[in-house]
């Protein structure tokens, strides 16, 4: 941005001498004009340097409607080439000057306009150029960021680096002392992005902060759809995966390409895994007549179900977000009644990643299990298996995992966040706290664990506090008590 006081430095007004107005030496330049019209109001523009022989000031009754109009469009200031027409600038236009804070400079009578207008021109036409090659590096920037960064957040944060300015993104009823803008994407039709530049080390017009500030926007919404095309592809091809390792069918080459339906899985919702086993003694005739009544049962709370031949168990997969383990229950009950043998082990919610990884761990549970009722892992796992386990690894698993996290804050969120199987809605609502106080605090043990909260890590970060539970006082020390 191009200031009236920088003007001043250019070769062709070195000669030049502030009058009057000197408070106004910051207003900003656009361009420069010759104006000899005493009517100015047609004239004016924002941002514009008026150059003038002082023809039109012989005038006194003109002076309060030129600086008027002057003051009201936002001109720069008034350049008067002295010698023809006035001697001096007259003191009325001085005092006017000076209440107005409109930079009144006097020019010698030999200097042509036109070099003043070509300098300041030029300057700004090299201005331009430079300001929006560097708008057009940072464009090409913020879209490579687009598609490196691995989250949200990731991506803001490289905004902020590229642009050097406070980039965030915040719901649309917070008021930001910077430029906000739309992001054109459903997934954050409540929010806005606010960008507010560093003037203490850079400083470019409003239509250059405008144009980048979309473009961040824009990007973002980009990022946003890229990202649901990858989670779509993700949620496919692990759907059809798990559908067929609990067909028999594990050979990750086989289903490419492959047509087969892979159900209702969602990546975004956690599932209750459960697995029904038979009893050897059961002739095959008996076997299909015990699947028919499972099936029966439990179609009407619409799960997944399929036998899995090989270790003579069904395996049935439900929605936790639309079905409860009380009519997990009630289901399970209804087969039992028919049939006692039966023995049925249920996990903890856990994501679509992880049906088939929590399907062995359950097979593994099989033998702690009692017929007749539907067990949750928990159960079994505390404390008859967790109490056995080695207490030299499970003490580093504590020192890796509960003992990184000291803040109390941030030690509840966790435990929160275990207990609700990572479900924002629910845990939002137990803690009382903003989504993106959340957000924070889930990012803060992040980088406290040193790697993300996945599943695999959650399952640690319980088996560690369940083990440290049946410790009771041996442990009454450590920060997770």
Not at 181 to 197: C, R, V
Not at 366 to 388: F, Q
């Amino acid at each position: 941005m191009l200031t009236v006081e920088q003007c001043l430095h250019f070769d062709v007004l070195q000669k030049a001498q502030v009058i009057a107005g000197s408070h106004g030496l910051g207003r900003p330049v656009q361009f420069a004009h010759v104006i000899e019209e005493p009517d100015i109001e047609s004239w004016i523009r924002p941002g514009l340097a008026i150059l003038t022989t002082g023809h039109p000031f012989r005038d006194d009754s003109i002076h309060e409607t030129w600086f008027r109009e002057l003051n009201t469009h936002g001109a720069a200031c008034v350049m008067v080439a002295c010698g023809r027409y006035l001697a001096t600038i007259p003191p009325p236009m001085i005092a006017l000057a000076d209440d107005y804070a409109i930079p009144v400079i006097q020019l010698p009578w030999d200097v042509p306009f036109v070099n003043i207008t070509a300098a300041i021109h030029q300057y700004l036409v090299n201005e331009h150029v430079k300001d929006w090659t560097r708008l057009t590096q940072w464009q090409t920037q913020l879209t490579h960021a687009a598609l490196t960064a691995r989250s949200l957040d990731e991506l803001v944060h490289k905004f902020s680096l590229i642009t050097r300015g406070l980039v965030r993104i915040v719901p649309r009823s917070v008021k930001t002392t910077g430029p906000s803008f739309i992001i054109p994407q459903d997934d954050l039709s409540d929010m806005k992005l606010s960008f507010q530049m560093d003037t203490k080390t850079l400083a470019y017009s409003d239509q250059f902060t405008d144009q980048l500030g979309r473009h961040m926007a824009t990007v973002t919404g980009l990022f946003l759809l890229r990202d649901q095309v990858y989670r779509q592809r993700q949620r496919d091809a692990r759907s059809r995966f798990i559908a067929q390792f609990l067909r028999g069918q594990s050979s990750w080459p086989s289903i490419i390409g492959d047509d087969i339906d892979p159900g209702s899985f969602d990546l975004e919702h956690q599932y209750f895994v459960i697995v029904l086993s038979l009893d050897d003694k059961l002739t095959d005739s008996k076997i299909s007549h015990v699947n028919e009544r499972i099936w029966t049962a439990f179609e009407k709370i619409h799960g997944f179900l399929t036998p899995v031949p090989m270790h003579n168990t069904v395996v049935a997969v439900f929605d936790s977000h639309h079905t409860s383990e009380t009519a997990i229950h009630t289901q399970f009950e209804t087969v039992t009644t028919k049939i006692p043998q039966l023995i049925g082990i249920m996990s903890e919610p856990v994501d679509v990643t992880d049906i088939a990884t929590t399907y062995q761990h359950l097979l593994r549970l099989l033998t702690h299990a009692t017929p007749g009722s539907l067990i949750p892992s928990r159960s079994l796992i505390y404390p008859d298996i967790v109490a056995k386990l080695p207490a030299d690894s499970m003490k580093r698993l504590l020192e890796m995992t509960w003992n990184q996290i000291t803040d109390a804050d941030l030690r509840q969120t966790l435990v929160v966040w275990l207990e609700e199987a990572g479900n924002t809605a629910a845990i939002l609502q137990r803690l009382q706290i903003h989504r993106n106080t959340l957000r924070n605090r889930l990012n803060r043990i992040q980088r406290l664990l040193g790697t993300p909260l996945t599943s695999e890590v959650a399952y640690h970060l319980r088996l560690a506090w369940d083990w440290q539970q049946v410790q009771g006082p041996l442990l009454a020390k450590h920060p997770a008590q």
